[in-house]
């Protein structure tokens, strides 16, 4: 009988052959695994990349290592988009040197402050429109209606001045535009305006008129080169003064509002700036400015508003029973006291924070000459609008304003022929143009408007 067949080795080869099989995809599957989870880290890797850039600034020594609490900020302004250029980023850098970029022979390169502030917007068009360039900071505050500002960024827009959103106490975004521009000047608006709301929020003062100016002084000292800078005081800092009309020559020590005071220092600090770094600095005290444009915080403004409303207004009689007069100041005036300012405004003597020479410092009182009482001011804005104010006469609030302001502008006439031409009436009539047009007010305001200044001027 035969054996049967050995099939031992055959079985023992075939499952040889299985595990190879086995190993082969094994291997294979870990390969694919591999490969899969290579590509999915290094997704994830390039996503935590974008989203650090994206929300951090490049690191730079302009950060000085470790970064102070105010410096979150910059964090948030770096990275933050305006229109389709990021802060920091080329095309921003693109949009800050064309902006800055003076059109005329010699022309200046200007960091205009508070630009989107009334008076900011106003000297920029007019620089712009002479061939300088004009570079605007603003961190459009909420102190009166955001959105008036937004309004002027697009007028601005319009004429080619760019303006970064920011804030004076931002060291390195201050410090990287300095780094961009060369800026030969700063004409230094922003501020913290009012006098009532002192008494409500003294903080901000402290923080815009002290501190941030500290920090632009800073920044502009270590500039290379220093620029000039001429700045905003206010008629303000003569306080309690009884002299008039106010001359530069003044005592000053005697601020009748916490505004007042920070103005004060603001000139204090100048000083101590001139003296050590060789800054030159000009400092303009401005007197009750008004105008197309202007601040929603005035009594000629919220007067117009209210009484197109029917609304009742307040009218200041001082403690013995006297009128209340301001030397009221139209805007194109004051312009072109600030433009005068920096034209005549001499080379900072400094160079890497250290004093070469005795520098130009300058005070300049920019009024109107002419104090007009404020139920004066009334009487115009009922023809203009013809409307008559309910007027509810009180007497002023120990608040910190003062009863009257005058302003002696020979200073400034003789060193750059500063001459206001524009008087209240005239000032008032292309005010409230502007005003019933923005607001969208009947047609036919406009025409009344025209109609009753004229017969005002006339009178005159």
């Excluded at 040197?97 to 007019?126: D, K, M, P, Q, Y």
Aim: aromatic share 10%; charged share 20%; glycine share 8%.
């Amino acid at each position: 009988m035969a054996s049967p067949p050995d099939t031992s080795k055959t079985a023992y080869k075939l499952e040889r052959y299985n595990s190879y099989i086995r190993r082969v995809n094994s291997t294979k599957l870990l390969n694919a695994s591999s490969k899969l989870l290579f590509r999915a880290t290094l997704l994830i890797a390039l996503v935590l990349v974008f989203f650090f850039t994206l929300h951090h600034p490049p690191l730079s020594s302009s950060l000085d290592g470790h970064l102070p609490r105010h410096s979150l900020l910059s964090y948030a302004t770096f990275s933050r988009s305006v229109g389709s250029a990021a802060i920091g980023g080329p095309s921003w850098e693109k949009q800050v040197r064309h902006s800055s970029t003076a059109r005329r022979a010699n022309g200046f390169s200007i960091l205009v402050t508070g630009a989107a502030g009334f008076i900011g917007t106003h000297c920029s068009l007019a620089l712009k429109k002479r061939g300088d360039g004009v570079l605007g900071l603003d961190n459009f505050n909420s102190y009166y209606d955001p959105s008036l500002k937004r309004a002027r960024q697009a007028l601005l827009a319009k004429h080619q001045v760019f303006i970064v959103e920011g804030d004076l106490n931002d060291g390195p975004l201050l410090r990287k535009l300095f780094d961009v521009v060369p800026f030969t000047h700063v004409l230094h608006l922003a501020a913290q305006a009012g006098v009532r709301y002192a008494m409500q929020n003294p903080q901000s003062y402290v923080a815009s008129n002290i501190a941030g100016f500290v920090n632009l002084l800073e920044v502009s000292k270590n500039a290379n080169p220093q620029p000039s800078i001429v700045w905003a005081s206010s008629s303000s800092v003569y306080g309690l003064n009884t002299e008039n009309p106010f001359s530069e020559s003044h005592r000053t020590d005697q601020p009748a509002s916490l505004y007042a005071a920070t103005k004060k220092a603001g000139e204090e600090i100048a000083h101590t700036y001139n003296h050590i770094y060789g800054l030159s600095l000009t400092g303009l005290r401005f007197f009750t400015v008004y105008g197309p444009w202007g601040r929603p915080d005035m009594a000629y403004f919220f007067f117009t508003k209210d009484m197109l409303q029917g609304k009742q207004i307040d009218v200041y009689r001082t403690q013995d029973d006297k009128e209340v007069a301001r030397d009221f100041t139209y805007v194109d005036d004051v312009v072109k006291g600030c433009v005068g300012a920096l034209d005549t405004a001499e080379k900072s003597t400094g160079s890497g924070g250290k004093k070469r020479a005795p520098a130009q410092l300058r005070v300049y009182n920019l009024g109107n000459t002419s104090p007009v009482p404020v139920g004066r001011l009334v009487s115009i804005l009922e023809g203009l609008l013809g409307t008559r104010a309910k007027k509810h006469v009180i007497k002023m609030p120990r608040n910190g304003d003062v009863p009257f302001t005058h302003a002696n502008v020979s200073l400034a006439y003789r060193d750059f022929g500063y001459k206001p031409s524009t008087d209240l009436a005239t000032g008032l009539r292309k005010f409230v143009k502007w005003y019933v047009h923005y607001y969208g007010i009947k047609s036919t305001l406009n025409k009344e408007a025209d109609s009753a200044a004229g017969k005002d001027d006339s009178s005159n």
